[in-house]
């Protein structure tokens, strides 16, 4: 089973969480509300859509990059967590 449908329910909560981020951007726009805020609605969906990106990226590395049952000594701790902070600041 796959890290996405494993962590399915959660990762659906932070769609809809995106999602409603979305819909306020939309309604900002709709009535002409200050680009101040419309940036601040804008940098907001942005953080949470790389955040979910990053976590599903995190997972896919951790979960389906090497097979630890062939490869027992193939993931090499370290090296995942630098990779993983890459990807992190990367998304940010």
């Known amino acids: 089973m796959t890290h996405t449908i494993r962590e399915k329910q959660k990762l ?5 969480r995106i999602q409603g981020q ?8 709709e009535n002409e509300t200050a680009c101040e805020q ?12 790389a955040s979910l990106m990053a976590e599903v990226v995190e997972e896919h590395v951790r979960t389906h990059l090497v097979d630890q049952t062939r490869f027992p000594e193939a993931l090499n701790g370290p090296a995942v ?3 993983l902070d890459v990807v ?3 998304m940010r």
């Open 81 to 83: 967590a630098q990779l």
């Open 38 to 49: 419309v940036m601040q609605l804008l940098a907001a969906a942005r953080g949470a859509l």
């Open 88 to 90: 992190r600041a990367y």
């Open 22 to 29: 979305l819909a306020a951007l939309e309604r900002a726009l």
């Open 12 to 16: 659906l909560a932070r769609v809809r």
